[in-house]
């Protein structure tokens, strides 16, 4: 009965959806109406059990667990991403009302009309523009045509592809960063790649029998940042390809397409007119989206400075030709200039200013920042002052906000029905069992997703489709793929809902501005190419995942939080950088090994120079172990072939039987719920369905080849050999390293623990002439002076041992005065070999350590180099297949 229902729910939502009722409201509608006819159902016809007709739970439980699961996602400190819709709202809406559209599209034509086909070229270039900085498909499409259509029109060019172009360069603000579609995918990925995490490591626990996943096996999760990085690139691939294909046009039929002359020239005047036009609408997509790539603001506050200078740009603009029309962006243009300035001479901190140098920091930043918001508030005065365009703003922006959150809402609400009927393990179980893996998965709900873009908007397939299907496609290991990919991927289909008939609203905003002469049918006509380019750029995308996945690496690998290279789920990458520079430079580096282990090293403490002279030997074995690693990790390549398709095969099957487990459980569930006066029969016919699911079951199970349990322990072996060599191999790098650091180190502190010469005779003059009492402060401070200095430990533990003979309830001042001669004899033995080692080993060592530090050392290291985080991003940008260790 719980399909009966969710059919229900299906037909509900897709008959109030199709009669024109807001979806905000059809959303949770559907549901309420539909767990409320489940719980009448049950209540009447099996006996007062409200919850019969759920797979699992109640209608209470189900109709409060929408709004609970929505207030414990989003009432979270952490879970701040949604706050960056309104900022960019905000600032899509000001740049819309400021005609920033017409100035672009104005002088880009000009600058591109004389080539073929270059009025489409200009508004596929104002498209990409807008798309960075306004985001609005509605208000892009309305701008584009009024501008753009009358021109392309007179000048002869085919109706067809005009429209076309026009509402395909529109959408671009889906998928262009910043865009409000990237943000929710990013919002409700975060939480399927939990749902994720959790299944593939259920999935490991029974592949494998093991109780942890190691962490490289993870789902990696997403932010918005992420995405607005990996869906840079796919856009501008999809701008190259309407671009090109306006150009391929225009050169194939020239009269559909023709080039337009400009008649004024290109003088100086125009190119001042290019730049007035293309600087500002640039500057803020730098701002707002530079910000982000290096890493200097997160998305919500890169969406406060785009708002600003959105701001900013609309004080100016609406005032064109007005007295003192630039001022106030000037003044923010100083005030910026002056604060780069001020942070790169001061370092301000007004917890803590010590010196007048400080006090000058602190003034000018805060003349500098009060010009900054002179010149935003004398910009908002100015908007608010002509045509009430800031309050128009702020109703717009408030309504639309408005309009994403509930539809937020509804969604998590619909989506708790959809669960409460088993919708969410009937689509995983259908899902599952498709032959072809996780491809034939991908492929079906990306044709899903197209086909609903022709019905539904892109929010509803974004908070709906989503959080059902996204779990179950980055769960699973055979193709490992990131959140930020699948985002950008599904990014990328829903952005066809806006072209696709016959509810694609890029079409009715054309229709709504083009001309009578222009038939809806030429429309229709001129989007299909441009559908057509979008699925195409679909297809290079998945095929090449580095498009989207590099940049959010590189992001994260050169930031100054970016985790160090002993990471887990580098170390595939680090050792593939290892691999080659030991392939180029062996010879060098076990040259520079040899020259180390003949240094004289007897000056050293005995358990020093020990661990020294032994770190050589595990420097060289390094090279032989990550060679064996290597081809382990090869014969594991070649061994897969064949025990591949006994993997899947014994996988399928365990689906199955998976599928009769849930279905066992069902059963026996209903036969459990059977009211006391069921029939005979009816339990009989119950129990013969359990024992031929059984039977099924035990079939099913027989197909498992007989030789499995064989192959199985043999693959596993082999992986076992070659974690094992990859152990080897990292306990060989980390002990032949971590030797010459510490003694590096503890050769640079000897500077610092000569200064502390004296200290120790001061300490023995001080116990003998005050009260026990009052001299453990001061055996702390100094203990701690010298546990700062690399290899002292022992002096300071010395100091340690005194102070406690004088905190014991006896103090024992023979105790603290013998400790304290022990810590001052063994400061003269250090500063003795310490002195004789700095002049001896110091540079040797310094040389050796700095030819092994980016090979056999890296995994030691703090973090990458520029260059090895480069590698490491493009080695790790791609998508491995993991699935042969479950």
Known sequence: ??????????????????????????????????????????????????????????????????????????????????????????????????????????????????????????????????????????????????????????????????????????????????????????????????????????????????????????????????????????????????????????????????????????????????????????????????????????????????????????????????????????????????????????????????????????????????????????????????????????????????????????????????????????????????????????????????????????IEIAVVVVPIVAPILLADPSANITAVWLGVMIGLNIQTSFLTPPFGFALFYMRGVAPAAVKTIQMYKGVIAFIMLQLIALGIVGYYPQLVNYLPKRLQLTAETAPPPRNPKLQYCVEQYVTEQFADNSADIRQAINTARSLDYDILPDKLAKSVRASFDEADKTFDLLAQSNQAAVD??????????????VRDIRTATNQIDNELKELETEMRRLPDDATEATRSALQSHIDELLQDKADIEATIPDNWDQLRADFTQLQQQERDLRRDYRKAADKGYSSIAELQETLAGTEALKALDGEIAKLVAHVNANPPEASVDLLSDVSKLFGKVEGASKIKSEISKARKALRAKKPSLEKAIKALDSAQNEYDEQMAWRAKAAETLAGPIAEYETRISSTIGLRQQSRLTKSQALYVAACDAGHRDISLNF
């Open 1 to 458: 009965m719980e399909l009966v229902f969710l059919a229900l729910l299906l037909l509900i939502l897709a008959f109030a959806l199709g009669s024109g009722y807001p979806v905000a409201f059809a959303l949770p509608g559907a549901a309420i109406v539909t767990i409320a006819l489940a719980a009448a159902s049950g209540y009447i016809f099996a006996g007062g059990e409200v919850d019969a007709y759920f797979a699992q739970g109640g209608p209470s439980q189900w109709l409060s667990a929408g709004v609970t699961n929505l207030r414990g996602i989003y009432w979270e400190v952490e879970r701040d991403t949604l706050i960056a819709i309104p900022l960019f709202i905000f600032m899509g809406i000001m740049l819309q009302r400021s005609k920033i559209a017409e100035d672009l599209l104005m002088t880009m034509a000009q600058l591109f009309g004389p080539v073929p086909g270059g009025l489409g070229i200009s508004v596929v270039f104002v498209g990409a523009l807008l798309a960075a900085t306004t985001g609005i498909v509605g208000a892009t499409v309305v701008a584009m045509g009024l501008i753009s259509l009358p021109v392309m029109l007179r000048n002869n060019y085919s109706p067809s592809l005009a429209t076309g172009t026009i509402a395909a360069s529109g959408t671009l603000g889906q998928i262009i960063p910043p865009s409000i579609v990237l943000i929710i995918l990013a919002d409700q990925l975060a939480s399927a790649t939990d749902q994720a995490s959790t299944a593939r490591k259920a999935l490991y626990k029974v592949s494998t029998g093991e109780l942890t996943m190691p962490s490289e096996f993870d789902v990696s999760s997403t932010s918005a940042g992420e995405m607005f990085l990996g869906a840079f690139i796919p856009g501008l691939v999809l701008v190259g390809l309407y671009m090109l294909y306006i150009l391929c046009f225009a050169i194939i039929r020239p009269k559909s397409a023709p080039a337009v002359r400009n008649n004024s020239g290109y003088d100086r005047a125009f190119l001042g007119q290019v730049l007035a036009t293309l600087v500002p609408p640039l500057t803020l997509i730098f701002l707002v989206l530079g910000s982000i790539i290096s890493g200097i603001a997160t998305v919500n506050q890169a969406g406060a400075i785009g708002a600003a200078g959105a701001l900013l740009m609309a004080g100016y603009r609406l005032k064109q030709g007005g007295r003192g029309q630039y001022l106030p962006a000037l003044l923010a243009t100083i005030s910026l200039i002056g604060i780069a300035i001020i942070l790169m001479m001061f370092d301000n901190n007004v917890k803590d200013i010590k010196t007048d140098h400080d006090r000058l920091g602190i003034i000018l930043s805060v003349i500098a920042v009060t010009g900054l918001l002179i010149a935003l508030i004398w910009s908002g005065i100015r908007v608010m002052q002509i045509d009430n365009t800031l309050y128009e703003v702020m109703i717009e922006t408030a309504k639309t906000t408005s309009l994403v959150f509930i539809i937020l809402l509804g969604a998590a609400i619909l989506t708790a029905a959809f669960r409460a009927f088993g919708g969410e393990e009937l689509v995983r179980d259908y899902l599952n069992a498709l032959p072809g893996g996780f491809w034939t998965k991908f492929i079906i709900v990306m044709g899903v997703i197209f086909v609903l873009g022709f019905f539904l908007d892109f």
């Open 636 to 649: 594991i390549d070649t061994a897969s072939a064949d025990f591949r398709p006994f993997h899947e095969q």
